[in-house]
């Protein structure tokens, strides 16, 4: 029961989004008033929390907060030099020349998903490929939500692979532990994860069944 104000944070964060109370962006300054709030009312009511600590826990985040801006930065960069050098429409030109086999199509493109996550961001991944792939699979008969969830997991899994993974530096600088040994404790669960990847990616009723028995597909 003393947990529950805390526990309620994703609910309100989730619920508010889905419901259309705020954007996604919106729900993050939410976080950090409900955050606040249960600070000093309910949850760490018997804990001392001054100015001195919350200026501490602004530096700290502030911190954070710029280590992952700087890797973002540069992911940008990146993205720009894919821009300039056409290379969404590359990979568009040669898909349609080879005339891939829908699997073929799927297993090269989450190598390809993968290799990318280890260098560029997971929102640039979607916003630079997404328009290119979803088009093509959609004309080989392979349903958008099944392309969506496959391209969704990819660009996940590339936020906890070096050397960029967003994830694993944000990881790093809350928990204070070195990137080297946290990627070799987070190796069997990458694995355990791109095994998975392939599973839904060749097992699209897995993917599928969810929405079709809310109705929510054909």
């Known amino acids: 029961m003393r947990s529950l104000p805390s526990l309620l944070m994703p609910v309100i964060i989730v619920g508010g989004i889905v419901g259309g109370v705020f954007t996604p962006t919106e729900s993050a300054a939410v976080g950090v008033g409900y955050a606040m709030l249960i600070t000093f009312t309910f949850a760490l009511r018997k804990t001392r929390v001054g100015l ?22 540069f992911a940008l960069l990146l993205s720009w030099i894919f821009a300039i050098e056409n290379i969404p429409a590359m990979v568009s030109n040669a898909v349609k020349a080879y005339s891939l086999s829908p699997y073929l199509l799927l297993f090269l493109v989450n190598v390809f998903f993968l290799i990318n996550g280890c260098f560029v961001s997971d929102v640039l991944q979607i916003v630079l490929f997404a328009p290119i792939f979803v088009p093509i699979f959609a004309a080989m008969g392979i349903h958008p939500i099944h392309c969506g969830i496959v391209m969704v997991v990819n660009v996940v ?25 946290l990627v070799k404790e987070t190796v069997p669960m990458t694995m355990s ?19 079709r028995a809310l109705g929510f597909v054909k």
Do not use: N
């Open 157 to 181: 899994l590339g936020m906890i692979t070096p050397p960029y993974g967003t994830g694993l530096y944000l990881a790093a600088a809350v928990s204070k532990v070195s990137l080297k040994a």
């Open 193 to 211: 994860c791109i095994v998975v990847l392939f599973i839904i990616t060749y097992i699209p009723w897995l993917v599928l069944f969810l929405p």
């Open 52 to 73: 001195r600590e919350i200026r501490e826990l602004l530096a700290s985040t502030a911190k954070t907060t710029s280590q992952l801006y700087l890797i973002i930065g």
